[in-house]
T-cell receptor, first 108, second 115 residues
């Protein structure tokens, strides 16, 4: 049983479309991170959210931490082929837990 | 320096070979980690070193042997691996094992193929 469930697991969209990835848990986390991983590379940290209800923006990416600090979402506006990769949420409690992952493909 | 450097980037080894993966960071982080990752799956924790001492071993087979010679270096010694051990091996570091608020810094990984 995974502590952090991501949905969808796979997503294939056309360039220019919008999308949202969800990261859900029944447990409370002190912080949540989002990573993007390109094939053959290590995960790269995109953002950390710490406060319940917090919203952070990184260019076309918007990250939200749930009020109860149990879930998070990542919204991408006008997706581009360079956004293609594996998106991982990760939560910190007594240790570090990765989500199940969302594989995104943006088709030119 | 804000990087974690892993070498080699690619490794092909036979089932009777002995090889080592190396990881280095100069950020002053006191916790270092080894993860194994299969394609399009999340990384799976293997080992955690905290202040150069082995803190967590996630029931990893003894054919994987970690070593932390000093606070900047982490090695993973490989011996008698199986084809199912083929994967991307990732090293990561954080300020301390309990200080996880700001996440990990990952290396680019070693793509290991066992033939």
């Amino acid at each position: 049983t995974q502590l952090l469930e991501q949905s969808p697991q796979f997503l294939s969209i056309q360039e220019g479309e919008n999308l949202t990835v969800y990261c859900n848990s029944s447990s409370v986390f002190s912080s949540l991170q989002w990573y993007r991983q390109e094939p053959g590379e290590g995960p790269v940290l995109l953002v950390t959210v710490v406060t319940g209800g917090e919203v952070k923006k990184l260019k076309r990416l918007t990250f939200q931490f749930g009020d109860a600090r149990k879930d998070s979402s990542l919204h991408i506006t006008a997706a581009q082929p360079g956004d293609t990769g594996l998106y991982l949420c990760a939560g910190a409690r007594n240790q570090f837990y990765f989500g199940t992952g969302t594989s995104l493909t943006v088709i030119p | 320096d804000t990087e974690v450097t892993q070498t080699p980037k690619h490794l092909v080894m036979g089932m009777t070979n002995k090889k080592s993966l190396k990881c280095e960071q100069h950020m002053g982080h006191r916790a270092m980690y080894w993860y194994k990752q299969k394609a399009k799956k999340p990384p799976e924790l293997m080992f955690v070193y905290s202040y150069e001492k082995l803190s967590i071993n996630e029931s990893v087979p003894s054919r994987f042997s970690p070593e932390c010679p000093n606070s900047s270096l982490l090695n993973l010694h490989l011996h008698a691996l199986q084809p199912e051990d083929s994967a991307l091996y990732l090293c990561a570091s954080s300020q301390a094992q309990g200080a996880l608020t700001y996440g990990y810094t990952f290396g680019s990984g070693t793509r290991l193929t066992v033939v």
